[in-house]
């Protein structure tokens, strides 16, 4: 069985600081990877993706990964209140003959004002 | 439409009643998919489809049902709904494997 593991939290930051959410997944021959926002009530939406080792940076999102290590992370800088929302990792593994997106259960992140 | 549809936003449903829920997308997308995402849970994969005419059965399918006739269109069909089914459904679509997901709106069911 194909694994994603997410802290559930919540992980509670004050405003401005460094948000760092953790997923490490079980599968060596994953080649994509994914972090996904979702707030209360609506539908998960794409924040970032990154398929090679190492940073990506977009804006305030930076996303690392450590293929050797199986884990990839997600880091937000100058936290917002706004920020504050359930933030899934997916990974995509090659089961039962066809690629599928494997879901961690998500970390709620909270901003404190 | 733009994007991926799904219909309806929300249903209270009797048990033992029919129920199709419908999911539309325009961007030409060879994979779909149906989660269902209950508390504490994530998201659980319950049947997917890599392109038209096939499905493929997820990691809860049992009660439910799906059909791919076009690129479109991926339909989920409880036969006889339980309580049990009581959960936010989503339908998503990707274009190839290693690309992201997009999400419909999402389709809150309650089974009384």
């Known amino acids: 069985q194909k694994e994603v593991e997410q802290n559930s939290g919540p992980l509670s930051v004050p405003e401005g600081a460094i948000a760092s959410l953790n997923c490490t997944y079980s599968?060596?021959?994953?080649?994509?990877f994914f972090w996904y926002r979702q707030y209360s009530g609506k539908s998960p939406e794409l924040i970032m993706f990154?398929?090679s080792n190492g940073d990506k940076e977009d804006g305030r999102f930076t996303a690392q990964l450590n293929k050797a290590s199986q884990y990839v992370s997600l880091l937000i800088r100058d936290s917002q209140p706004s920020d504050s929302a359930t933030y899934l990792c997916?990974?995509?593994?090659?089961?039962?003959?066809?690629?599928?997106?494997?879901w961690g259960a998500g970390t709620k992140l909270i901003i404190k004002p | 439409i733009a994007g991926i549809t799904q219909a309806p936003t929300s249903q209270i449903l009797a048990a033992g009643r029919r129920m199709t829920l419908r999911c539309t997308q325009d961007?030409?997308?060879?994979?779909m998919y149906w989660y269902r995402q209950d508390l504490g849970l994530g998201l659980r994969l319950i049947h997917y489809?890599?392109?038209?005419?096939?499905?493929g059965k997820g990691e809860v399918p049992d009660g439910y049902s799906v059909s791919r006739a076009n690129t479109d269109d991926f339909p989920l069909t409880l036969a006889s709904a339980v309580p049990s089914q009581t959960s936010v459904y989503f339908c998503?679509?990707?274009?190839?494997?290693?690309?992201?997901?997009?999400f419909g709106q999402g389709t809150r069911l309650t089974v009384v």
């Open positions: 998503a679509s990707r274009a190839g494997p290693n690309t992201e997901a997009f």
């Open positions: 961007m030409r997308h060879n994979a």
């Open positions: 489809s890599n392109t038209a005419g096939t499905t």
């Open positions: 599968d060596r021959g994953s080649q994509s």
């Open positions: 990154i398929y």
């Open positions: 997916a990974v995509t593994s090659f089961m039962d003959s066809n690629y599928q997106l494997i």
